[in-house]
C-alpha cells in the first residue's frame, strides 16, 4: 500500500487549497479514506473521512462547512478541497486507510496559512 499527498503550500486567509492523495497497491474502490492532519506540537486530529464509493462522508467540527472530501476511484484519488482558510489551518495533512488491519499512511503535505 502507498499513499502520496500533494497540493500543500502557502496560501494567504480566507484561501482555498486543493489536497490531492494518490494510492496504490490495493483495490482502491473497496476501501473508506480518512484525511488527518498534525500541527506543531499537537496530536494528529482527524479531518474528514468518506466510505467506499463515496458513501458515508464525515468532518471533524473544526473543518465542518468548510472542507470537502471527494474520491475519483478511477484515479485513485481522494481530494480535499479546503476553503475559508484560517491560520489554525496550518498543518501537515495526511491520508489514511486501513487494509487487511494494517495501518497505512502518506507521508504528508504541508500546509501553511499566513499573511
Known amino acids: 500500500v502507498q499513499l502520496v499527498e500533494s497540493g500543500g503550500a502557502l496560501v494567504q486567509p480566507g484561501g482555498s487549497l486543493r489536497l490531492s492523495c494518490v494510492a496504490s497497491g490495493f483495490l482502491f474502490s473497496d476501501y473508506p479514506l480518512r484525511w488527518y492532519r498534525q500541527a506543531p506540537g499537537k496530536e494528529r486530529e482527524f479531518v474528514a473521512f468518506?466510505?467506499?464509493?463515496?458513501?458515508?462522508?464525515t468532518y471533524g467540527d473544526s473543518v465542518k462547512d468548510r472542507f470537502i472530501i471527494e474520491r475519483d476511484d478511477a484515479k485513485n484519488t481522494v481530494y480535499l478541497q479546503m476553503n475559508s482558510l484560517k491560520p489554525e489551518d496550518t498543518a501537515v495533512y495526511y491520508c489514511?486507510?486501513?487494509?487487511?488491519?494494517?495501518?497505512?499512511w502518506g507521508v504528508g503535505t504541508q500546509v501553511t496559512v499566513s499573511s
Open positions: 489514511r486507510v486501513i487494509v487487511d488491519r494494517i495501518v497505512s
Open positions: 468518506i466510505g467506499s464509493f463515496g458513501q458515508d462522508i
